[in-house]
């Protein structure tokens, strides 16, 4: 541990428009340690990634390098890897139609004496690079022959050999599985040797505590602490990054749930799946129900409710809505069900930014109708200020762009398309991010009064605070698995402890 | 500052703005050459038919109008253009001159089969050209431009094949009329504000205007908020087949005959023109009907201004190639960038000075 | 280390090759009695097609970075009319009108990847507008149709047969015939060979299939992707302007309705050689046989005689969406095994 300091990065801040993403924020890497970033969705882990590599520009702050002498402001991400820090993303930065040696090797070719591309040389060096991390790679083959890993690993050893000190793995696991995940384990423990600083981004929780030797944790833009590994374990590490001392949890208590009979179970799902995103499932909902996913970011709570609702398509296995058998093969059959989505990327899937709020509210409800059934304009308008007004939505008029409201109003907006279509089953997911406080407990109330007209909702949150207040069952989900449901004992011990897994005071 | 803001910014800014251009410029030739100032906009009654440089206008710019409501569509949903509606269009010429004539007849003055059948025959091939290229971009996700070349190159080779390689008169009267005139007023003008009146009408009276829009702004959303994508992509294929289709009689109508060659030439320049000009972004989207009408007229005011100027036709494409790019170039994200950054270098200029 | 894996690249590329093997055996049965079999009439689709191999080679490089140049076709127009007009009616020196063509080339060039690479608009626009205006400019420099006949510089490299040391055979009227290539052929060969040398052994060539395979990636690996499109609009118009060249000296006259739709057959070429419309992948090599099985098209149209010209142009379309659906089906296989 007393390993020399190769990047240290000092008081770092830095604003986007109205938030502060950083405050204040130190972080340490040594020669040879993995070290892992931890903290939930909008902490400020890729900001301070991105800030390192030169994507943003910090305000305040400093970092300074191992061997450079002065402060370090990186311009672009090549500008950051000449100074020997290399970033390897999520989604494989590769192009998948050139060889793997051309890979490891474009925009640095070797060259023969008339300048053209010597491949003789590259692929001698390639092998070598290969067999020095011990990959068994035909290196002339193209990239798009070999599996994620192997491309994730083929990415990692590009950044390695162009001389890195510092290696950034930003969530490089989420795509992989789980043999896949132990070979990157591997390579990092053998550059771990060789003396490069790994930081380590990831959601799983299980992976920080097989390779990392130190973790920092982020909250809302601030250091909330580094610690060794062996003095922070799961659930002290799963308080941390959600803000709550794990003395203080364990005194708060769940109110009593209410029961339900086998009579009024509205979806019941049945060995669902969808491949390679979330493994077999059984669900059962019941009318007035809200039942809660919870999990880290990237557990499958998103994709679980997705595929009830038939976005993605190629469900498996079996669906009962109301007791009947139903195969749902696109959203519009999963409305006509009486079902609606509230999507987690309100920007990818949500809102339709060039159409006016009163468009955007109706869509969904049109849709339904069919596209011969056009609401009257004075019905669409009635619908639209009537939501704008329920749901307090800040707009100019309801023909405004939607695109030019604020997030918590475009959220509002979605909620209120789904509304209008009066759903049995509404799913629910992330429905508070970015949202402010007095609109949360809005949303929440919303979720128990729709519970209480006998509706069903599925509701997906970070916060399992809120979690607590809305659902009345509670299903667990880790590594794309439902691991388990809470139904009696709900508190933010249970919860916790289920999410991170294990023994949960090891 | 903030005024010409107000005005430039009004959706049908662009296609006004040109037209008043063109109009302009008209003005000035006609002074120029000695003649009434307001030549342009003199409207008679010749021999019982209206007459002027107006009205020829509008009389010669129906085809591209009619064209530019399907190109409207295409583009708003699909992110991309049609480039076969001119030989689309000479293709149903060539299927409808060649029923009406009977195969492998150059000239005729009587109808082998009822008109009707003939012009219906014609149009519905061009849905079924509509279909074939709708298929390839909404269900095969070929790039819209790809799948239309197929037709822009064949369709106008088929038609030489339905033709035997001849170019079909039909001199009969009935067929005359589509190009002629009904009444005083020349029937293409009528043709064009029937397909305009009609596809206005669905739109406004169906939800299918805001479903395009929808899916051409986002895809995936749409789909979640149950929209069928893929379906309502391939629905404005075929309406432009159809409008292709329409246009193609009328074209080939006014000369009576299918010059398989020559019917529609250059016109999917016209339309796509007309579309830019209108104000849509080529990228898809919201689209604005009204605005690719007057563009389309645009068009035709310009062709008939070049015309005057002593331009041919095998020249006016130059100008238009030009005006294309420049309006495209205009709309360009990374134009917008950096005149933005200009302009704020200059108010950064002043707020030092 | 393991056999290399048959992708379904190579699959596209032997389909192509087994293609033209077949349809030149078929030709060579069915017309055997009208020569279709001698070795010329071989030489005879290179030589007709020599442009178009030029202007193919272009289309690749474009095609490889994921666009399309659809230009080409009135660029060609545009060249043999300003070849013609100037050596008839201006009297210019052969030389020097071939070096203004190239340059003329490189100018339309830099201007449309400009458009495309650096303003961003879709390659489709850009060229499209460069079609109409290239067969419109054509129109601007004269509206005739001109013959090339009182330059002897030209007349001469036009007329110049290379014969071939081989394949000589006797004719049923028992005269020997030596078979020969054209000057457009050896220009075409050349800019084939060069070509595939620099898609496999330079720097620029290689950015092209990596800016084709994923342009994110490209930027992320620090490679410079405007300019890279740019010079690949550029190479494409300058190896149009050499077709242009090359289609000149077969037809030694310039018109308005020149090359029309030559386009079409250098995309099919290059779709029908296995290059991906998505781009990264692609081959001279392939769209070599591309052409060839183009000329082969409508050589056959033409040796039968009775058949409309059409037809060819009909095949070409039908084979080019034929094609286009094959690679959209292997496109949908790959993305559901991910």
Redesign the interface.
């Known amino acids: 541990m007393d390993n020399k300091v190769i990047l240290t990065m000092r008081g770092i801040s830095m604003t986007f428009p109205g938030v502060k993403a950083l405050d204040n924020v130190d972080f340490t890497l040594r020669q040879g340690e993995i070290h892992a970033l931890m903290g939930e969705n909008g902490a400020g882990k890729s900001t301070l990634i991105k800030c390192l590599t030169g994507i943003n520009a910090f305000e305040a702050g400093e970092i300074r390098v191992d061997g450079i002498d002065g402060p370090v402001v990186n311009h672009s991400t090549l500008d950051a890897q000449k100074k020997g820090i290399s970033t390897v993303y999520q989604e494989v930065n590769l192009c998948p139609n050139l060889s793997v040696a051309e890979n490891l090797f474009i925009g640095r070719e070797p060259k023969t004496k008339l300048g053209t591309i010597d491949w003789r040389e590259m692929t001698k060096r390639s092998e070598k690079i290969m067999k020095d991390l011990d990959m068994q790679v035909d290196v002339t083959q193209n990239l798009e022959e070999y599996s994620l890993a192997l491309q994730q690993m083929i990415a990692i050893a590009r950044a390695v050999d162009m001389d890195c000190k510092v290696l950034i793995l930003d969530e490089p696991t989420s795509s992989l599985d789980d043999n896949e995940v132990m070979k990157l384990f591997t390579l990092m423990r053998q550059l771990k040797e060789k003396g490069v600083g790994i930081i380590f981004v990831t959601h799983f929780l299980e992976q920080v505590y097989e390779v990392c030797d130190r973790i920092t944790v982020l909250r809302n833009g601030k250091l909330v602490g580094e610690y060794p590994i062996a003095d922070l374990p799961r659930v002290k590490l799963v308080a941390a990054m959600m803000g709550k001392d794990f003395d203080d949890l364990a005194s708060i208590k769940s109110e009593e749930t209410p029961k339900f009979s086998d009579e009024d179970i509205l979806i019941d799902a049945q060995g669902l799946s969808h491949k390679g995103k979330i493994k077999p499932f059984d669900l059962k909902i019941h009318k007035g129900e809200v039942v809660g996913l919870t999990g880290l970011l990237g557990s499958g709570r998103s994709e679980l409710a997705r595929v009830i609702y038939g976005a993605d398509k190629n469900q498996t296995g079996t669906l009962q809505v109301n007791g009947k058998e139903e195969k749902i093969n696109a959203p519009i059959d999963a409305m006509k069900l009486g079902m609606g989505l509230l999507p987690d990327d309100r920007k990818a899937e949500g809102i339709i930014g060039d159409l006016s709020v009163r468009e955007n509210i109706i869509l969904a409800l049109q849709a339904k109708r069919g596209v011969f059934r056009l609401l009257p304009m004075s019905k669409q308008v009635e619908i639209a200020d009537k939501y704008i007004d329920i749901l307090q939505i800040k707009t100019a008029s309801r023909e405004t762009l939607i695109k030019q409201l604020s997030g918590g109003n475009q959220q509002k907006v979605i909620l209120a398309r789904w509304l209008a279509t009066d759903p049995d089953f509404l799913i629910l997911d992330e429905p508070t991010r970015g949202i402010d406080v007095g609109t949360k407990t809005e949303i929440q109330k919303l979720v128990l009064q729709l519970a209480g007209e006998g509706k069903s909702l599925i509701f997906i949150s970070s916060e399992i605070e809120e979690m607590l207040r809305t659902c009345s069952k509670m299903a667990v989900l880790r590594d794309g698995e439902k691991v388990g449901e809470i139904v009696e004992d709900l508190s933010q011990e249970t919860v916790m402890k289920a999410i991170a897994g294990g023994d949960g005071n090891e | 500052m903030s005024k010409i803001k107000k005005i430039t910014g009004q959706p049908l800014f662009l296609p006004i703005f040109c037209m008043l251009l063109v109009m302009a410029v008209n003005i000035f030739y006609d002074l120029g050459s000695g003649r009434f100032a307001f030549n342009f906009f003199t409207v008679s009654i010749r021999n019982g038919v209206l007459y002027g440089r107006l009205i020829d206008i509008l009389n010669r710019g129906s085809e591209i109008a009619i064209l530019a409501i399907g190109m409207t569509l295409v583009v708003s949903a699909s992110a991309g253009t049609d480039i076969s509606v001119g030989s689309v269009m000479s293709l149903t010429a060539s299927l409808c001159c060649m029923l009406l004539a009977g195969y492998g007849v150059a000239s005729t003055n009587t109808l082998a089969v009822p008109l009707i059948v003939g012009v219906l025959a014609g149009i519905l091939l061009a849905c079924v050209c509509g279909a074939f290229n709708g298929f390839l971009v909404a269900y095969l996700n070929v790039q819209p431009m790809v799948a239309t070349l197929i037709l822009f190159s064949a369709a106008r080779a088929i038609g030489l094949l339905l033709c035997n390689n001849l170019i079909v008169y039909v001199r009969n009267d009935a067929f005359k009329f589509f190009g002629g005139y009904l009444g005083f007023i020349p029937t293409p003008i009528v043709i064009a504000a029937i397909c305009i009146a009609v596809v206005s009408l669905v739109l406004k009276r169906t939800a299918l205007g805001m479903y395009i829009q929808s899916v051409g702004i986002n895809k995936d959303a749409s789909r979640i908020a149950g929209l069928n994508s893929e379906k309502i992509i391939f629905l404005c294929y075929i309406v432009c087949g159809l409008m292709a289709g329409i246009a193609g009689i009328v074209a080939s109508s006014r000369i009576s005959s299918a010059d398989s060659n020559n019917i529609g030439l250059n016109y999917e320049l016209d339309a796509i023109l007309a579309v830019a000009l209108g104000g849509n972004s080529l990228g898809g989207g919201k689209f604005n009907l009204a605005g690719s009408i007057i563009g389309a007229y645009t068009i035709q005011a310009i062709t008939t201004t070049l015309f005057a100027l002593g331009v041919s036709s095998d020249q006016a494409p130059v100008y238009k190639a030009i005006i294309v790019i420049i309006i495209v170039a205009i709309q360009a994200p990374p134009f917008n960038a950096w005149v933005k950054r200009l302009s704020a270098k200059k108010a950064l200029a002043k707020g030092g000075a | ?2 056999n ?2 048959i ?1 379904s690249n190579t699959i596209l590329l032997f389909i192509t090759i087994a293609l033209f093997v077949v349809m030149y055996a078929a030709g060579c049965i069915v017309y055997s009695a009208k020569g279709f079999s001698h070795l010329q009439t071989f030489l005879n689709i290179l030589i007709n097609n020599a442009g178009l191999l030029c202007v193919a080679c272009g289309m690749t490089c474009v095609m490889l970075t994921g666009g ?1 140049d ?1 230009s080409v076709g009135s660029l060609i127009a545009m060249d043999c009319m300003l070849l013609s007009v100037g050596m008839e009616r201006w009297h210019m020196n052969a030389i020097a009108l071939c070096v203004l063509v190239l340059v003329i080339g490189i100018v339309f060039g830099l201007v449309q990847g400009f ?1 495309i690479g ?5 390659p ?3 060229t ?6 290239g ?6 420099i004269c ?1 005739d149709q001109v013959s090339i006949s009182s330059n002897k510089l030209f007349v001469a490299l036009a007329n110049m047969k290379i014969p071939l040391p081989f394949g000589a055979y006797t004719s049923r009227r028992g005269i020997v015939q030596v078979p020969y290539i054209r000057i457009s052929v050896v220009i075409a060969l050349v800019v084939l060979v060069v070509i595939f ?1 620099m898609l ?4 620029f060539g ?2 092209l ?2 800016v ?3 342009e ?3 930027t ?4 410079n992707v405007k300019k890279t499109k740019l010079k690949a609009y550029v190479l494409s118009s300058f190896l149009c302007s050499i077709g242009g060249i090359c289609y000149c000296l077969n037809t030694m006259s310039g018109s ?1 309705q020149q090359a029309k ?1 030559l386009e ?1 057959n250098a ?1 099919s070429s290059a779709v029908i050689g296995g290059t991906l ?1 998505t781009g ?2 692609g081959n001279v090599i392939g769209s070599f046989f591309g052409v060839l099985i183009n000329g082969t098209i409508s050589t056959l149209v033409k040796t039968n005689g009775k058949l ?1 010209s ?2 060819s ?2 095949a ?3 084979l ?2 034929f094609f ?2 094959l690679q ?2 292997f ?2 296989i790959k993305n559901s095994k991910n």
Request: include cysteine; hydrophobic fraction near 55%.
């Open positions: 280390m393991k290399k894996k992708s399309i659809i458009c650096y303003l961003e608009i879709q489709f626009i850009v499209m507008a460069g079609m109409f205006f067969r419109g400019m054509t129109a601007v509206t040398l496999r052994y330079t720097k290689r950015n299939y990596a084709g395979g994923n994110t990636s490209a992320m690996m620090g490679l308005v739709g079409m995309i419309l990264g992948v409309l059409s037809w142009n009909i070409v379309a039908a080019l969406c286009i659906v959209s089906i496109a949908k």
